[in-house]
């Protein structure tokens, strides 16, 4: 028996190749079209992402500084040092808690209850802020001293606090009742430092940076927000009736505007059009803390 076997002809393995090419050619294009979009969506998620986190961290901060009393007489003494529009120096809260023993020229802040820290405290970098009660039949001589810690060590409340665990910081400070010192068992406290917050460029991009002034031996400058736009962190300052000003004792408020750009390069919509840093904005108004309207 014979059978009729018959192949394919020269032309028909043509067509096929073309039309397989132009197959393939559609599917790689998709597929590139498909890795663009994916990576400009990456690029452009962690942008957002970027400059909330940003803003929080500057809202967080900002939301602490204000006005207090450190002189008895009720003249109200700002946090903030410098204003400009690129960058900011101000004193920023690092922890807060309760004087639960004192003694002279230490405190122990109980570390249990009542207590929130950014870390704990630092001898020579920090500065301790104690509610005083110069007499206790009037509010109109309570004050907030200033005074540099000295030394950090753990130690434990008195035992009208529970003898919970606390931290000892020790500090020019009299006892209790004395003339101009008079800080009671239960009186608010707060540690702080002077920080800088400002608009750098490295490696060629741009970042939001941070540095603390008062650090023993000083402290190079870490990115916390980047890479950013060219100017891409404006700090505003609004006085009481929301106008601009550059007068330290008249800000009320602070307008924080982030421009953040990817990191790498991303087509547009769809995967389409030429690479090119995608930007986007957030702002923020901050109102300062005790403030004097």
């Not at 967080?60 to 903030?80: C, Q, R, W």
């Not at 130690?155 to 606090?161: I, V």
């Not at 939001?208 to 002034?213: A, D, E, V, W």
Request: glycine share 10%.
């Amino acid at each position: 028996m014979s059978s009729n076997r018959r192949g394919f002809t020269l032309v028909e393995l043509l067509v096929a190749v073309v039309l397989l090419a132009i197959v393939g050619s559609a599917v790689y294009q998709l597929l590139v079209r498909t890795q663009r979009f994916s990576r400009a969506e990456s690029e452009r998620a962690d942008l957002q992402s970027n400059i909330r986190a940003g803003t929080l961290v500057l809202a967080s901060e900002l939301h602490e500084v204000g006005y207090d009393d450190s002189t008895g007489a009720g003249a109200k003494s700002p946090d903030i040092f410098a204003a400009a529009s690129d960058s900011i120096v101000f004193r920023a809260i690092r922890s807060s808690g309760i004087v639960c023993r004192l003694v002279t020229d230490t405190i122990v802040v109980d570390t249990t209850r009542n207590y929130s820290a950014y870390r704990l405290p630092v001898a020579g970098r920090d500065t301790l802020m104690l509610y005083a009660e110069i007499d206790v039949t009037t509010s109109t001589d309570n004050v907030w001293l200033r005074r540099r810690i000295a030394g950090v060590k753990a130690s434990t409340c008195s035992a009208s606090f529970g003898s919970r665990p606390g931290i000892a910081l020790a500090t020019k400070l009299k006892v209790t009742g004395a003339t101009g010192d008079s800080v009671w068992l239960g009186a608010p406290m707060r540690t702080s430092e002077v920080v800088v917050y400002k608009f750098y460029s490295t490696g060629g991009k741009n970042y939001l940076g941070t540095y603390s002034k008062t650090l023993v031996g000083g402290e190079a400058i870490q990115p916390i927000l980047g890479p950013l736009a060219a100017n891409g962190s404006q700090f505003t300052y609004l006085d009481s009736t929301g106008g601009t000003t550059t007068t330290i004792a008249k800000i009320r408020g602070v307008r924080v505007t982030l421009f953040g750009t990817t990191d790498q390069t991303v087509n547009g919509v769809g995967g389409l059009g030429a690479p090119a840093q995608a930007t986007d904005s957030l702002r923020t108004l901050v109102s300062l803390r005790n403030t004097l309207r």
